[in-house]
DNA sequence: CGCATAGTGTACCAATCAGTAAAGTATTTA
DNA sequence: TAAATACTTTACTGATTGGTACACTATGCG
């Protein structure tokens, strides 16, 4: 096997980051050929299929990256509650508190939806799934914690969104803060009921 | 003035939904021009500037609506508890349950975000402000309103995301009646003050 | 060494891009 | 009706797009 200077897996970090600033459509071949170092040639060497073929390594790698990172722990961990704590310490620092684009949510959003669709909804579902498995063992009904997960899920890509509106990752982590409260065991009902919570509780900010 | 078939308003419609389906960069003036049925020579006629000032148009336009079906009455509702409901029926209506996408938040979250920064700030702001506004009318706390109002909003925007990426509806209008209860006056135990109360409008505690 | 394989650089392609120019047609206004 | 204005059509830029072809160099292996 001949290596010369470069090899794929060096090209996939490049390429996300490219593929989150401009988009699929955005990115185009110059620019991803500046992002990575590489021509033309070696790109499709490398992807013989082109930017579809880019993307779907940058997705496959996305997905490797939150299985080990997010999902595995939320699915596996003993500490349930400390495996939600770390999810979100986790993303805030992966998403760079709303600075960095989610490639995945971004993808949806874009009519390139379809190229991709079945990547996209494997993401989204085994992150409310094993969300949602965490919150289970945290004593929760199964029902409630479907719902509070795909709620959590939502929370974040849309205070990406929003952040980045704003230009402002306060509103990020002040999501993030949100969904502190509402996932952790405390907020459960069981060991204090939501309607009896002191109202000065919910706001630890500024 | 001179008016044969078209005006430039009757344009903005069909111009806002290839933006939303295509993206900014994803737009092409040929796909344009076929969704408009409008020829080059007749967009440069009506817009000189091309995409940018057609992308400005659509987001006067979003603006207007947004501010005569959404805002006002959320600032100027004599009923907030009314108003907050309001809000989340035509936020639903028009973003058709998550199939259509927020070309604002699009727009935030792609590299264009720079050339309409302005407008996307706009949008949010004073989305969330009015919001708070209706939330301190219904008796909250000045801080937590405002914390509510962000949440909600950024829910909204990921609520679009994860039900486009879930290719579901659905995902879209259980987040949406999460935010029924979260912003109702019944939630959170507030006791809303008499000066606040607008009379007989009060729905009783739960 | 020498050959196969892996990776690279460059020139090229047809298609499409945003944008321009200008001639032509419709419509209003005077 | 005639001139002015509003709009449309068409043809045309030069640049850039994604993608191909192929000669080229570097490297590993026998």
Same mark, same amino acid.
Request: aromatic letters at 0%; glycine letters at 12%; charged letters at 30%.
């Given at each position: 096997m001949a290596r010369m @200077? #470069? /090899?794929? =897996?060096?090209a996939i970090a490049s390429l996300a980051e490219v593929f989150r600033e401009h988009g699929y459509e955005g990115a185009s071949l110059a620019l991803i050929g500046k992002a990575t170092g590489l021509g033309k040639g070696s790109l499709y060497h490398f992807f013989p299929k082109g930017k579809e073929e880019m993307v779907r390594a940058v997705l496959a790698e996305i997905d490797q990256w939150f299985e080990d990172s997010v999902y595995s722990p939320l699915r596996e961990g003993t500490d349930a509650n400390a495996a939600v704590t770390s999810m979100l310490d986790e993303t805030t620092k992966y998403f760079r508190s709303g600075r960095r684009v989610c490639l995945v949510g971004a993808l949806a959003v874009a009519n390139t939806r379809d190229l991709f669709a079945q990547a996209i909804r494997g993401y989204f579902i085994a992150w409310v799934d094993a969300l949602q498995s965490a919150l289970v063992r945290q004593g929760r009904d199964v029902e409630q914690a479907r719902l509070l997960s795909e709620d959590a899920v939502l929370a974040i890509q849309g205070a990406i969104v929003l952040s980045r509106a704003l230009d402002d990752p306060a509103v990020f982590e002040r999501a993030i803060g949100q969904l502190h409260k509402r996932l952790g $065991? /405390? #907020?459960? %009902?069981? @060991? $204090?009921p939501a309607t009896a919570r002191?109202? %000065? =509780?919910i706001t630890p900010f500024r």
């Open positions: @200077v #470069a /090899e794929r =897996s060096d $065991v /405390e #907020a459960n %009902g069981i @060991v $204090v002191p109202e %000065g =509780s």
